[in-house]
């Protein structure tokens, strides 16, 4: 059972790696080098290490392996479903860590 189409479901998976991608480069910029603190105890320690390439590898690792699994099963509700929440959570995380960092 489809709910969303396949070229949906594609952009969904692209955005998440873009915001991906925003993420990485943002928590790189005002995390490891800025004054702000990683609030992800798993990531935290990642990224306190002496190269930001940790962190690089493991957060992609997990978001491009959370989003093969999805898309391997993208005809399944419970995948489509999943697509909708990952994007809407990393949506709204990256809105309020832009609004965050810009009304501080």
């Not at 709910?3 to 480069?25: E, G, P, Q, W």
């Not at 493991?58 to 699994?69: A, D, E, P, R, S």
């Not at 419970?78 to 909708?84: D, F, H, K, T, V």
Request: a positive charge; glycine letters at 4%; one cysteine or more.
């Amino acid at each position: 059972m489809t709910v969303i189409r396949k070229k949906t479901f594609r952009i969904l998976v692209s955005a998440l790696l873009l915001f991906n991608l925003v993420d990485i480069v943002v928590s790189v910029r005002f995390i490891k080098y800025g004054q702000y603190t990683e609030n992800n105890p798993f990531m935290k320690v990642f990224l306190e290490m002496n190269s930001v390439m940790p962190f690089i590898v493991v957060k992609t690792f997990l978001i491009c392996g959370g989003l093969l699994l999805l898309y391997n099963r993208k005809g399944k509700i419970l995948s489509q479903l999943g697509i909708y929440l990952c994007f809407s959570i990393y949506w709204a995380l990256i809105v309020h860590f832009y609004y965050f960092l810009w009304s501080a």
